[in-house]
Each structure stands twice: as C-alpha cells, then as structure tokens.
C-alpha cells in the first residue's frame, strides 16, 4: 500500500478507531489490538483507546501467529471472539451485531458474506481456544473454517464491507469515497 494503513484517516478519524468504536457500538467488553510493525506508533495512538495489546514479534509471519497472540490475551471468561481486522474500517455496529445475534442463537461459527462472497470479522466461539492457538501456518483461518465447514453459519449481510479490503491505496481511496463521498484528508 505504501502507508501505514491503521493510523491512516477514516472520516474523522483513523481506519484503527473505526474499527474500534464499531466494535464498541456493539458493546464488545474485550478488545485486543494485535500489533508488530509499528508497535509503538499504534500504542501511543491508542493509549486512551481502553484497549489491551499483544505483541506479534514477528510481524511477517502468517496472521496465524498473530490471531494465536491475541488468542492467548482474550480473558479466561469470554465466550466467543470476533476476529476483526484493521483494513475493514467500515463494517458497521449494525453488521456486527447481526453476526454476534447469530451466534446468541447458536452458531458456532459465524462467517459473515456479502453475494455469496465471505468477509470479515468472522465470529468464534471459544470451545475452539486451543485450535485457535495451534492454527496451521499456511493454511490459518481458512483452513481452520473449512475443518469445521459443517459447523460454520454464513451469514448473508447487507453490508458489501465485509468482503472489501483495503490492500491497495487505490482500494483504500475507493472505500473512503464510498463510505463518506470524498477523498481522504492528507495524514
């Protein structure tokens, strides 16, 4: 991309506090942000955020790692988890909260898809903590979805964000356009 994508601007903010508030519109008790390159540029950012981090090393290696990282911080009480990632600032409370209902009535595994195509943040329940820390390099989550294919719940959305990335500045120039009908502000 040729930018720090989680400190660039989202409307008024940056794309990591939209995905922050997001999750806290829905009222997530637990938000761990998974950080490596840049670490400490991300911690300062946040350090009013009410957020806990953990620290990948390794910030090349596969987000196996890092999910494994984050894994290992979520409270010993938790029920579930939403895995959410930071290049998909404008999935909505809304949306959200669909996925977490969904798994309040009993899914497991919740995959939220927009047309038929999967997206993101993808809902699990903690039953799978230890799989979840064990996650194979290569294969990550999608590996670990297709294992439990007969358990996973996709969840039709009307929200196309879910399966948008954000991995190019043309895609994170087009999303801020659709999301907020201008260009972003220079950062």
Known sequence: MGAFKPLLSFGESTVIESCINNLRAVSVDEIIIVVGHRADEVRT?????????????????????????????????AKALLIALVDHPAVGAETIRQI???WETG?????????????????IDLKY???????DQQKGLRGFFEVHRAEVRRLPVDSPFVARDMDT?????????????????PT
Do not use: C
Request: charged fraction near 25%; aromatic fraction near 6%; charge should be negative.
């Open 45 to 77: 950012h946040l350090q009013d955020a009410n957020v806990r981090f953990a620290l990948n090393p390794d910030p090349k290696s596969e987000m196996s790692a890092s999910i494994a990282l984050g894994v290992a911080q979520v409270s010993i009480d």
């Open 100 to 102: 977490v209902d969904a």
């Open 107 to 123: 899914a497991r595994l919740v995959q939220p898809e927009y047309n038929g195509r999967g997206g993101h943040p993808v809902l």
């Open 129 to 135: 903590r230890d799989e979840l820390q064990q996650l």
């Open 169 to 185: 500045w043309e895609d994170y120039v087009s999303l801020h356009r659709d999301v907020f009908g201008q260009t972003p502000r």
